[in-house]
């Protein structure tokens, strides 16, 4: 049962204050914008001053791609908020106010969590995939491969993968560059997955299995490794790799904040509605969020959601409805660009692939005002 939402019925506007500046927040604020309009005021607070269009960051190393920049400025005018640079440090939700990390106080009827979360590196003295700055971290990598100092590398999932895309995606992309350059380089997946990407169905999973095939590139499927000494130990199998380069993907955690619940990893609990549980008021989206799948998209799905709850409590004429997540997915190899959809079912998801975008704009980040926005620059888009 979606429970029952209290309605703000005094004249003046609702002030929403959004803590982050990221794909949910963004989403949040333009869906806000187009459902609710003058009856909602917003304020935007976020700790940077541009967005960036993360998902694309992985053909920076490769100049296959470059990353949109936003000022996070523009986007505020743009929509009407107020743009409050700092990050949200606790909540104090019987005062109905947060405190920012630079000790201002900051007063809301609702507030949206969407700090997004914390990386650390699931093993030492490897290279660690980090999406705020890809290019510096990979261009060296892709350059020894080039030039034929590198021959060997393992592209290892940690047990707590949430979104192991970019890795299947940074193997093909190398794969591709090895080939173009006429480089001899072994590569390698190890995942604790039993098939590839298998969690968002057959169709998808059997695609990039044949992808990774036909490049060469091994896969070592349920699989959990630790490192020692420069060797990957893969359990339960016992088996053993050296390979010259390691890249893995990072540990994600939530920002814990004081006054907000969360689980022992840092992420936060919401209703199907995207309240955060025993807490009036105070919703979250994206990644900072307990649902274990972190994905542009799909946070875009949940800001949608909480923008439709919020909008409903200023009277605007909403009818709020549960996440019903589907994935979208575009699968850069270097040579051609597959898309995928992934719809959850009873059974879990089933999903289709496609060398032709079957949604529009084809952008990386699928969102209802968001992508239109990135793709056209304007927020009439937004609004359609």
Known sequence: MVPA??????????????????????????????????RVAITL?????????????????????????????????????E???????????????????GGERIGYDALVIACGTRLRPAFDGVITIDDRNMGATLRGLVQDVEEGYTTQITFVAPAQAFWP??????????????HDM??????????????????????????????????????????????????????PSGLRLRPGRIVALPLLEGSPLAGVPTDAHGFVAVSELGEVLGLSGV?????????????????????????????????????????????RGMLLTGDETHYFEAELGADGFESTVSDI???????????????PYLAHGDRTAARA
């Open 165 to 178: 895309l970019p890795l299947y995606e940074l193997a093909l992309l190398t794969a591709q560059r090895a």
């Open 182 to 235: 006429n480089a001899s380089v072994e590569l390698s997946i190890v995942s604790p997955e039993n098939a590839p990407l298998e969690l968002f169905g057959a169709g998808i999973s059997h695609e990039l299995s044949r992808l990774l095939h036909d490049a060469g590139i091994g896969f070592y499927g349920s699989s959990f490794a630790a490192l020692a000494d420069g060797e990957l130990k893969l359990q």
């Open 357 to 371: 975008c079957p949604w529009d704009p084809p952008t990386k980040v699928v969102a209802r005002h968001l992508g």
């Open 83 to 101: 743009l409050v640079a700092g990050a949200v440090a606790a909540v104090v939700p019987d005062e109905h106010h947060v405190i920012t990390s």
């Open 5 to 38: 939402m209290s309605t703000h019925s005094t004249s003046d506007p609702l002030h929403v204050v959004i803590a982050g500046g990221g794909v949910a927040a963004l989403e949040t604020l333009m869906a806000l914008h187009a459902l609710a309009g003058d």
């Open 283 to 327: 919703y979250a989206a994206g990644d900072v969020t307990a649902y274990p799948i972190k994905h542009g998209g799909l946070a875009a799905q949940q800001a949608d959601v909480v923008a439709a709850a919020i909008a409903a409590r200023t009277g605007a004429d909403v009818d709020p409805q549960p996440l019903a997540p589907v994935i």
């Open 45 to 81: 607070l976020a700790p940077d001053r541009e967005f960036r269009v993360r998902p694309l960051t992985v053909a920076e190393p490769f100049t296959i791609a470059r990353t949109q920049h936003l000022a996070l400025a523009d986007i505020a005018e743009d929509f009407g908020a």
